[in-house]
């Protein structure tokens, strides 16, 4: 047998033993490996914000606003990935909400402030500030929110939604504002999702769209034409989805109340109903 050994080659004989074990040490290099993974697409997503600063004191205004939403795709991908794999940690919760505030806090304000709030003083970066404090306290908010009853909504806008206003509008328009009559409308872009932040109105989160269901051919399709007109007409379509996005959570607001209204209207109703028969039978 030692000669046999000898005759065959070091691959051959390693696929002849049997699979050695890894130690505890090894494991663990591996279970922070892929713990390491989902923190790279949040370093990915901090690098967008950081670059968009970067090219709005510039004033490249056309470079500066798509890595808003390149940080948002790439924000949406580190938590599923980090729950695809099972390498959700306190470290990476964290790591994700300072990377937030840089890339949806701070880097749509300098960057609205820089292309239509500069011409309003103090007032602009005053406004600039709003957002910035708006977004930190809707991380800090949505962090120590556990439990939450219904998946299917956030209380309060989220920040990536938030900061896609001001990027998406920026790149439909990268000409700005000098005069400060022209100026004053900006506030609203930046004050209204900041106040939305800290509200306690709910918008949807899609956490529980299921990407494993089988026969969703319409999906595909419609996501075909959605990369189609991205592709086509980009700053027509982000403006629409997002102004779309918030438009709709306040149409699907007003539909509830008046859902509720007519529940409330069919049980006075039921109730009115049900004395005159009490009262009728009483006679």
Not at 32 to 42: C, D
Request: aromatic content about 10%; hydrophobic content about 50%.
């Amino acid at each position: 047998m030692k000669n046999i050994d000898k005759d065959l080659p070091r691959s051959r004989i390693r696929i002849l033993r049997p699979l050695r074990r890894r130690t505890p040490a090894e494991r663990r290099r591996l279970r922070r490996g892929v713990y390491l993974l989902p923190s790279l697409f949040t370093m990915g997503s901090m690098f967008c914000g950081y670059a968009c600063i970067v090219y709005a004191m510039r004033g490249e205004f056309v470079t500066a606003a798509p890595f808003i939403g390149l940080a948002i795709v790439v924000d949406m991908l580190d938590g599923r990935i980090a729950r695809m794999t099972g390498t959700e940690s306190a470290f990476g919760i964290e790591f994700d909400s300072l990377a937030d505030i840089i890339s949806f806090g701070v880097a749509p304000a300098i960057l609205a402030f820089a292309w239509g709030l500069q011409p309003l003083g103090r007032l602009g970066w005053a406004a600039g500030f709003l957002f910035v404090a708006a977004a930190a306290v809707r991380l800090a908010r949505f962090n120590i929110q556990t439990g939450s009853p219904d998946k299917r909504y956030f209380v309060g806008m989220p920040s990536p939604a938030a900061a896609g206003i001001p990027a998406a509008t920026v790149f439909a328009y990268p000409w700005g504002f000098q005069t400060y009559a022209e100026a004053l409308p900006v506030l609203a872009m930046v004050i209204v999702p900041a106040l939305l932040m800290v509200s306690t109105v709910r918008f949807r989160s899609f956490k529980n769209l299921d990407l494993q269901a089988r026969r969703k051919y319409p999906v595909l399709l419609l996501v075909a034409l959605g990369l189609a007109l991205l592709a086509a007409h980009p700053e027509l379509v982000l403006v629409v989805l997002a102004y779309g996005y918030l438009g709709a959570t306040f149409v699907e607001l007003a539909w509830h109340r008046v859902r509720r209204r007519q529940g409330h209207e069919e049980q006075k109703d039921e109730s009115a109903t049900k004395d005159a028969k009490d009262t009728a039978s009483g006679l």
